[in-house]
């Protein structure tokens, strides 16, 4: 059975008494401002009271699960920032605030009236997170930059898929994911500066640094080869064996046999002892120049039976080997189950919706769910009037369309 967790809006968390205000819209601020807030800060986003956070619009049969997902633990300030008065209340709530994230293009939030030094003349500890696509310098700085441009310019898409196919992209957000993990690190180290004594400062945050980083020692290895790295499809082009392979009845199974002592005992296992001392699989080097006679018989042994026979013999062998499972069958492995990998949470328009869990989990401070994803303007009130706002003003500032309750 999945889990099933209640919010606790009482629950406290490591990062309690930190305040974070999210400029930012769809994912890669969203992804650094859900963990921080999944840790205990306080994170307000600021959305346009018409349309809110677009990710409000990737919805699912009417329901906007990313936003769901992705805002849990947040709360909603909708405000006009094209109004002189609404932006008078964000550098209220910003001298109040230790983190800022924003996306805009460079210079936008210099021409709202809110760049990093008036900030920082203000609120010399703010930590300011800047996403763009190609960073805040450079020849590209003003071009738009969604994850898809990244993806495709770092190197990852041509490295992606197969020899004798299109370069492939992600069929996800990879590099907002990979931004936003980069971001929330980032912004631990900034509020440890400041803890020591130090000034808030501008964390530069462009999504193709980050996963230019996951693509490992590319420059290094085409600097010494010379050579382009090929396309290998579920193959891998530093070990062997390690792909998917079909089952009998047309289940996957994946296998990555990366060290020696794996190899062997997976070539043991099925019944191939000879290939352990066969010169052209004695050695990772020697399975890499002969990949496709090194896998022939693990994929026919696999062909031969089914997944659960195949897991049987490997799991008994302890080999390296897991099902690719599609959603629906990971919700229902055990170990995804028992752990809480994923967990349903009540929702007032679904009655529940199933999210990921908190990572990483934290032996004596983990983080908890205590905020469902908010409305839009859900907590305008409680915010402005925390800042000492009067139920006058705020009529105010309703009648001149500066916020949204």
């Known amino acids: 059975m999945i889990q099933y967790i209640e919010f606790d809006p009482t629950a406290k ?34 959305e346009d009271p018409d349309k809110g956070d677009p990710l409000r619009a990737w919805r699912t049969k009417g329901q906007s699960l990313h936003w769901k997902v992705y805002a849990r633990n947040k709360k909603s300030l909708a405000i006009n920032l094209r109004s002189a008065v609404a932006k008078q209340a964000l550098h209220d709530l910003l001298d109040t605030t ?17 760049a990093p030094d008036v900030l920082h003349a203000r609120n010399p500890g703010l930590i300011i997170v800047r996403v763009t696509g190609f960073g805040q310098d450079g020849p590209y700085r003003d071009r738009p930059g969604f994850g898809t441009l990244v993806e495709a310019m770092s190197g990852f898409a041509s490295k992606n898929g197969y020899a004798d196919r299109p370069p492939l992209l992600p069929p996800l957000a990879l590099a907002d994911m990979v931004a936003g993990l980069y971001g929330a690190y980032s912004v631990m180290i900034a509020l440890r500066e400041v803890e020591k004594g130090g000034k808030g400062q501008v964390i530069d945050l462009p999504l193709l640094d980050p996963i230019v980083s996951i693509l490992g020692p590319e420059a290094a290895i085409y600097r010494v080869s010379g050579e382009l790295s090929p396309r290998t499809g579920s193959r891998s082009i530093t070990t062997s064996p390690r792909n998917t392979f079909r089952t ?18 997976l070539m043991r296992a099925v019944g191939r002892d000879d290939m352990i001392t066969d010169p052209r699989f004695r050695t990772n080097t020697d399975r890499l120049a002969h990949v496709e006679e090194c896998e022939a018989p693990i994929a026919d042994f696999i062909a031969a039976r089914t997944l659960a026979e195949n897991m ?47 990572i990483p989990r934290l032996s004596e401070t983990p983080g908890k769910l205590r905020l469902p994803a908010p409305d839009l303007g859900q907590h305008t009130r409680e915010i402005l009037t925390g800042l000492g706002y009067t139920d006058e003003q705020l009529a105010a500032l309703v009648s001149a369309g500066a916020i949204k309750e």
């Open 13 to 46: 968390a490591p990062l309690a008494g930190i305040r974070v205000v999210d400029l930012s819209r769809l994912v890669a601020g969203n992804m650094i401002s859900l963990q921080l807030a999944d840790h205990g800060a306080e994170v307000i986003k600021i």
């Open 98 to 114: 230790q983190v800022l994230i924003e996306n805009f293009r460079p210079g936008t939030l210099e021409s709202m009236g809110f």
């Open 248 to 265: 009998k009845e047309g289940r996957y199974i994946a296998i990555s046999a990366s060290i020696q002592a794996m190899s062997e005992r």
């Open 312 to 358: 049987a013999v490997f799991e008994a062998a302890e080999v390296t080997a897991t099902p690719v499972y599609d959603i629906d069958q990971f919700l229902d492995d055990p170990h995804v189950q028992a752990r809480g990998v994923i967990v349903e949470a009540p929702d007032a328009e679904a009655g529940s919706v199933l999210m990921h869990n908190i």
